[in-house]
């Protein structure tokens, strides 16, 4: 039977790499990143990206004349990854603080302003008025309990869920008011079935250090760089990708966009085939062989290093053949996720009647949006580029539960995707509490973010785990990206940067 890797194979010229030939597939930030690292480090680098666009998750579109970012538009500033990141590529100056005014979330009796000192979405001072607020005087007094409960309450290892976690400690009203709503709105997902400590690493152990929740959540964020728990750069953070990509360019690393890999292997070319000048030190394993196509035309290229900072699944998959002893480890599928931005001239909107967005807790009626970000009000730059009286809107779409078909097929009478923009404009309405028309908008756009965020589903960081200690065996293999290091750019910049480094100096041991 021919398998996809014999078929590969059977078409590959010979070729023989330089040791220090590395081969980065995927080209979102992970990937550009560790192209960048390798190239510091020594090595010759090509990057080969799928789609016709550099950055991945960090993605750009034009709307109504504003380039904006269709993606990610913000970084934790929890660690110092993003920042140094920056700075290294000459964007210090651009870092901005957004509005501090906050978010607000929609719960089912109404909108009330998100507590500011939490994680997400458990507070860390439950006399705040906002908790008060959000909470009621009976869901504080049963979240106070938590300063009462023994430390080992939720950090044993039968308790792994963010729901189960914050239902022991703090009560079911945290849980279904403040924390289901961020988690829906940032991670996408059901906190019954989210890994605590794959998104909120080192909370458990707080809990251990410090006796309660509200002091972990505190303690962690008080780790963080002073002022708000994000950041973002002035221009978008997609232009964090241009000057990557530019530096790439310039330091003349290999750039192939719009080349998809479609196999990689070890290469096992019969020894005696090799010509002399060509043959590989004694010892050193032989090369990857990645197999790339690019329209009609199709290639490869040969590394003694190959970075994946694909998605998981797409990893582990292209290792299938090679390393079947990873599939057991594949993660689930990330979640099929509808970005709406609005751009629209209305001029009440200037007041931010919700400060930087709002997000939507699990069950409000007659609102399909599980959050809103208003752009505008968040970011003072944007504002400065829309002039007054322009709004940028962002509607996030794919509830955790909800089928993908249903994210778009919302109801009977919008059975098409495009007929999102309408649904969006209703429920920017409801949830700024202004009217917000067809006839305000300026130009909209709808991007798919299908299977981009890792799905950190309970025992999602074990499995990982254990899947990287199987590919540490591996000579010359990286894997990289959100699947292994946890959502979000401050934990992909920071888990890229740490395993190329680890894999340079393997490298350079041999
Ligand atoms: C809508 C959205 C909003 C977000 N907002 C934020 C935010 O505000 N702040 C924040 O910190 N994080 C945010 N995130 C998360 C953050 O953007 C991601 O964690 C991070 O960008 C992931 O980077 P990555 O390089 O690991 O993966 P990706 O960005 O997914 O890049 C992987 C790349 O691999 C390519 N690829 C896949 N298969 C192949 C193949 N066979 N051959 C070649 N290339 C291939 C893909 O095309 C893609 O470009 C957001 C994510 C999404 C989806």
Not at 14 to 34: D, F, K, Q, T, Y
Not at 128 to 141: D, K, N, Q
Not at 162 to 172: N, Q, S, T
């Amino acid at each position: 039977m021919e398998t996809r890797k014999t078929a590969a194979k059977a078409h590959r010229p010979l070729e023989h790499p330089a040791p220090n030939r590395a081969v980065v597939v995927g080209g979102g930030i992970s990937g550009l990143l560790a192209a960048r690292d390798l190239q510091a480090a020594g090595f010759h680098v090509d990057i080969y990206e799928a789609s016709g666009m550099w950055g991945g998750c960090v993605g750009s579109h034009e709307v109504a004349g504003t380039v904006l970012d269709s993606g990610a538009e913000s970084f934790a500033t929890r660690n110092t990854a993003v920042a140094d990141l920056a700075e290294e590529l000459g964007l210090a100056e651009r870092i901005v603080q957004p509005n501090p005014a906050g978010a607000w979330v929609w719960l089912p009796d109404g909108p009330v302003p998100l507590p500011r000192t939490g994680i997400l979405g458990i507070p860390s001072d439950l006399n705040a008025p906002e908790v008060r607020a959000a909470l009621g005087a009976s869901g504080v007094l049963r979240a106070s309990v938590d300063a009462r409960l023994p430390a080992t309450v939720g950090t044993t290892e039968k308790v792994s869920s963010v729901a189960e976690l914050v239902r022991l400690r703090m009560g079911k009203r945290v849980l279904e008011r403040l924390v289901a709503p961020v988690v829906a709105g940032v991670h996408s997902a059901d906190p019954e079935k989210l890994d605590v400590d794959a998104v909120a690493p080192g909370l458990r152990a707080g809990i251990r250090e410090h006796g309660s929740l509200a002091a972990a959540v505190a303690a962690l964020r008080a780790t963080g760089q002073p002022g708000s728990a994000v950041a973002g750069l002035s221009g978008g953070m997609h232009t964090l990708v241009t000057a990557l990509v530019d530096a790439l360019a310039r330091a003349g690393v290999g750039m192939h966009l719009g080349h998809r890999v479609r196999a990689v292997y070890r290469d096992d070319t019969d020894p005696e085939q090799v010509p002399e000048d060509k043959k590989y030190d004694g010892g050193a394993p032989a090369p990857w062989i990645v197999d790339w196509e690019h329209g009609t035309d199709r290639g490869f290229a040969a590394a003694q290093l190959l970075v994946l900072a694909t998605d998981g699944p797409t990893a582990v998959g292209l290792l299938a053949p090679e390393l079947p002893e990873l599939e057991p480890f594949m993660p689930a599928p990330g979640p099929d996720i509808r970005l709406v931005t609005l751009v629209v001239d209305v001029p009440e909107l200037d007041s931010a009647p919700r400060g930087t967005g709002i997000l939507v807790a699990p069950g409000v009626p007659g609102i399909k949006a599980k959050a809103l970000t208003h752009a505008t009000a968040k970011w003072e730059w944007l504002a400065d580029d829309t002039g007054p009286g322009t709004h940028v809107l962002r509607l996030s779409y794919g509830r955790a539960g909800v089928k993908p078909a249903d994210a778009v097929r919302l109801t009977p009478a919008t059975p098409r995707e495009d007929d999102l923009v309408a649904t969006a404009l209703a429920d920017a309405s409801a949830l700024l509490g202004i009217a917000v028309t067809e006839a305000d908008l300026l130009g909209s756009d709808i991007v798919r973010w299908r299977g981009s965020l890792p799905f950190a589903a309970v025992g999602h960081q074990a499995k990982m785990a254990q899947l990287q200690a199987v590919a540490a065996t591996v000579p010359g293999l990286v894997l990289a990206g959100g699947w292994m290091s946890g959502n979000g750019l401050a934990a992909v910049v920071s888990g890229t940067r740490r395993a190329v480094r680890a894999a340079v100096d393997s490298a350079r041991r041999v």
